[in-house]
């Protein structure tokens, strides 16, 4: 079992590395001006028009690290500053949020697989541990084939849920980054400079995701072993 507490200390470092690496860059790229002067909501609308996408509408939302695409709305969300910027991180997050739009539009299959699995999952991440847990607890009362085994196992499955949307968003986010980039770079819309700003901007928020996954991995092992590994 210490095997297990040094894997998601090792993951809990890594995400925590990732994540002030991943603000430093952001900071960093904010900095770099676009030459064509083109603020991220204008990336935006110029990347749906140039997919025939026209029934996609980007707004500015409150917040930072508030950027996100809303299939049932139809809306591109930009945060504030990206929304209004100008510079290589904007036009990153504008162009993969875009990339989500230009995957709806297209049925991607991971992107709608995705989508299926939300309402599932916004019921499973609310439960499904308290569910385990509880389901433990009443185990040590009642036996181990009693009923807060099968409380703890339904507890697992919706756990389950979670972790395959967890790596199901992995190439949902990894395939909007490249869409993004092969636009950004086809349409001469950056320079070599931004574009280089804008493909590692790009990769270590998706290595956000990717540790999260892992993650979620991790936890999904160490409960099912509490619950099936006690068990003669």
């Known amino acids: 079992m210490i095997e297990f507490y040094i894997l998601i200390g090792v993951i809990s470092l890594a995400s925590w590395y990732i994540s002030n690496t991943l603000k430093r860059k952001f900071k960093k790229y904010s900095k770099i001006q676009l030459r064509n002067g083109m ?19 980007v707004i500015s939302t409150p ?3 508030t950027d996100h695409y809303n299939p049932k709305e139809k809306t591109v969300n930009l945060s504030e500053s990206v929304y209004n910027q ?17 995957q709806h539009a297209k049925a991607y299959s991971y992107l709608t697989l995705r989508s299926q699995l939300v309402p599932i999952v916004s019921v499973s991440s609310k439960f499904s541990q308290w569910l385990v847990i509880g389901g433990i607890i009443m185990g040590a009362a ?13 507890g697992l499955i919706l756990m389950g ?13 990894y395939d909007a980054s490249n869409r993004a980039l092969a636009w950004l770079q ?10 280089a700003g804008a493909t590692d901007a790009l990769r270590w928020a998706a290595r956000t995701y990717l540790v999260a996954a892992l993650g979620s991995l991790a936890m999904l092992l160490y409960w099912a072993l509490q619950i099936l590994g006690g068990r003669d």
Do not use: W
Not at 86 to 101: D, F, I, K, L, T
Not at 186 to 195: R, T
């Open 186 to 195: 086809n349409k001469n819309m950056v320079s070599q400079q931004e574009l």
């Open 161 to 173: 849920f979670a972790t395959v949307f967890s790596f199901i968003t992995l190439p949902v986010e």
């Open 86 to 102: 100008r510079n290589a991180a904007a036009a990153a997050v504008a162009a993969h949020e875009c990339g989500h739009a230009v």
């Open 142 to 154: 009642s036996g181990a084939t009693g009923i807060g085994f099968y409380v703890a196992i339904l």
């Open 63 to 65: 917040g930072k690290l």
């Open 39 to 57: 603020s991220g909501a204008e990336i935006a609308e110029k990347m749906l028009s140039d997919n025939g996408i026209f029934d996609v509408k």
